[in-house]
């Protein structure tokens, strides 16, 4: 035993010498077969569902994280080509589609050109936002959420929220009871805090956290090709 504590001590003034980070930290413990080492990751790194992190588990996408570059690709291309070709109409007094002039515009030409690249701007944050963050996921064999009794769970329980009695679902994937409005995310694997739905475009699952930003991204979109839109028909 003396021997054994000996070596415990050795190895954690050794460990405490050397730095490293509480993430990957080696801990000693007493076993009868010896000392085990274990070492502690972030759950990031051992997550079960199918979804990609990045830059140390900050963020966090669907299983498609190639569909944000699409996204944005049709989100700043329109604009470039609206900013380079359309906008400059209004300077030479010409239409697209006619030889007909063009009264002069209330503003200078190109600043014609500044909402929709303030606009693009406000889609594509909104956009990232509601991507690269956590949607709602729920943890899974939660001890808060899980089954305590003996034998198969049930299929469905009731439990009173707020004096309100609901009835909770298991899932069998993540050996849980949902809440209310909860569902598990076929594509990444998870179940979702008052899942939404799954957007491939922002790849990733629309829940409680991203709701908002998912909001923004869609009414920023929207004024955005309202206002290309109005200008390219003044214009042929």
């Known amino acids: 035993k003396a021997a054994a504590a000996a070596a415990a001590a050795a190895a954690a003034a050794a460990a405490a010498a050397s730095g490293s980070s509480p993430m990957t930290t080696r801990t000693s413990r007493h076993s009868r077969s010896g000392i085990a080492d274990k ?6 790194r051992a997550w079960p569902g199918n979804n990609y992190f ?7 996408t669907g299983p498609e994280p190639g569909m944000l570059v699409c996204t ?5 291309l329109p604009v470039c080509v609206f900013v380079a070709s ?5 300077s030479a007094g010409r239409v697209l589609s006619s030889d007909r002039s063009l009264p002069a515009p209330p503003v200078a030409p190109l600043a014609l050109g500044i909402p929709a690249i303030i606009l693009m701007i406000g889609s594509i944050f909104s956009l990232f936002r509601a991507a690269c963050m956590d949607p709602g996921f729920l943890q899974r064999r939660d001890p808060a ?6 034998g198969p769970p049930p299929t469905r329980i009731e439990e009173c929220l707020d004096g309100v009695k609901v009835s909770m679902k298991w899932c069998s994937t993540c050996e849980i009871y949902r809440p209310p409005r909860s569902k598990h995310c076929a594509f990444c694997n998870n179940c979702v805090l008052r899942f939404d739905h799954h957007c491939p ?7 409680q956290r991203n ?3 998912f909001v923004l991204f869609l009414v920023f979109t929207f ?4 206002y290309v839109f109005c200008v390219a028909l003044y214009l042929t």
């Open 39 to 44: 070492t502690f990751v972030p759950r990031w």
């Open 54 to 60: 990045f830059f140390n588990g900050t963020c966090v």
């Open 72 to 76: 944005s690709t049709l989100l700043v």
């Open 86 to 90: 359309t906008v400059p109409s209004f």
């Open 145 to 150: 959420r899980t089954f305590r009794g003996v």
């Open 201 to 207: 475009w922002v790849s990733n699952c629309v829940g």
């Open 211 to 213: 709701y908002r930003y």
């Open 223 to 226: 004024l955005l090709a309202l």
